[in-house]
């Protein structure tokens, strides 16, 4: 079965401190996975995917995560945080048993920016 | 181009009280997917319609919940009798395809059942 665990449930960062949120997954298969963000009253946007094409995958707002098959690994790294990246970050993985994309969403970690 | 659209995009009501959530997904999109976010459980996959029929539903909580998707541009997620653990944020997405990415989510409906 596809699961992910989000290790940190909340980070707390200085603007233009770097941010790690980090990611493990388990697949039975080769995965596709994804980071969304969600700001407040808001739906989730989707950050970066990773399809099995690039190990390194970039994403908006300056936003990238790296594939590492060896640690099931999908870690989401940002060089400089800035106060509007404050928001709940969702790793996701695609189950594909059914026939169809399905998302399976971890349990979320909220991100503070401290000026 | 428009996203998704839901409404309402808050719903206060009453338990025992009917209440009906819409979709507008976006253009050219036929996957269509409904999900629930409480801070208890996270997000979870209610229902996913292919093309306008209902293909897989065993999200569903109970069957006070039902969805239906009368054409390519409209879903409705109804819940009767409501309860007060039915309150939660709602949300709508669509995709291109069944095995297409991404999803692309609405803003959600805040629903809170009395």
């Known amino acids: 079965a596809q699961s992910v665990t989000q290790l940190d449930s909340h980070v707390s960062v200085s603007e233009g401190t770097p941010v790690l949120l980090r990611c493990n997954y388990s697949?039975?298969?080769?995965?596709?996975l994804f980071w969304y963000v969600q700001h407040p009253n808001k739906g989730l946007q989707l950050l970066l995917k990773y399809t099995s094409a690039a190990t390194l995958v970039k994403g908006i707002n300056g936003f990238e995560a790296e594939f590492k098959k060896s640690e099931t690994s999908f870690h989401l790294t940002k060089p400089s945080a800035h106060m509007s990246d404050a928001a709940e970050y969702f790793c996701v993985v695609s189950d594909y048993s059914g026939g169809y994309n399905k998302l399976i969403f971890g349990a979320g970690t909220r991100l503070a920016v401290h000026p | 181009d428009a996203g998704v659209i839901q409404s309402p995009r808050h719903e206060v009501t009453e338990m025992g009280q009917e209440v009906t959530l819409r979709c507008k997904p976006i253009s050219g999109h036929n996957s269509l997917f409904w999900y629930r976010q409480t801070m208890m459980r996270g997000l979870e996959l209610l229902i996913y319609?292919?093309?306008?029929?209902?293909?897989?539903d065993s999200g569903m909580p109970e069957d006070r919940f039902s969805a239906k998707m009368p054409n390519a541009s409209f879903s409705t997620l109804k819940i009767q009798p409501s309860e007060p653990r039915d309150s939660a944020v709602y949300f709508c997405?669509?995709?291109?395809?069944?095995?297409?990415?991404?999803?692309?989510f609405g803003d959600g409906t805040r629903l809170s059942i009395l």
């Open positions: 997405a669509s995709s291109p395809g069944p095995l297409r990415q991404p999803q692309h």
């Open positions: 697949s039975s298969y080769s995965p596709s």
């Open positions: 319609f292919n093309n306008n029929v209902p293909i897989d």
